[in-house]
């Protein structure tokens, strides 16, 4: 694992009546997404404690190929997809590993 890959941490909070189909949506991304360039890592999760919290765990080779990814198709058809089943627009943050 390299000190300079780029580690993100997204999470996407679905309004109460509408967490199954806001995960249906975001399991359409997970595979496309694992098939790019530069991708190590993209992992889905539901918070156990509050079914209405996703978040993506993430890992990617260079900022490049996360730009690339962002601006996907598959990426941007579930930024639209998503509209009205969201709580609040997704969190996006970016890490990089100090140690």
């Given at each position: 694992?390299?000190?300079?890959?780029?580690?993100?941490?997204?999470?996407?909070?679905?309004?109460?009546?509408?967490?199954?189909?806001?995960?249906?949506?975001?399991?359409?991304?997970?595979?496309?997404?694992?098939?790019?360039?530069?991708?190590?890592q993209?992992?889905?999760?539901?918070n156990?404690?509050?079914?209405?919290?996703?978040?993506?765990?993430?890992?990617?080779?260079?900022?490049?190929?996360?730009?690339?990814?962002?601006?996907?198709?598959?990426?941007?058809?579930?930024?639209?997809?998503?509209?009205?089943?969201?709580?609040?627009?997704?969190?996006?943050?970016?890490?990089?590993?100090?140690?």
């Open positions: 694992m390299s000190n300079s890959t780029i580690r993100v941490v997204a999470r996407v909070i679905a309004l109460p009546d509408k967490i199954e189909e806001l995960k249906a949506v975001l399991l359409q991304i997970v595979e496309p997404t694992r098939q790019e360039e530069g991708c190590i993209y992992d889905l999760f539901q156990q404690t509050d079914p209405t919290d996703f978040t993506f765990v993430e890992e990617w080779t260079t900022k490049e190929a996360l730009d690339k990814h962002l601006a996907s198709e598959h990426l941007q058809a579930a930024v639209q997809r998503i509209d009205g089943l969201v709580a609040t627009n997704p969190d996006i943050r970016t890490y990089h590993q100090l140690n």
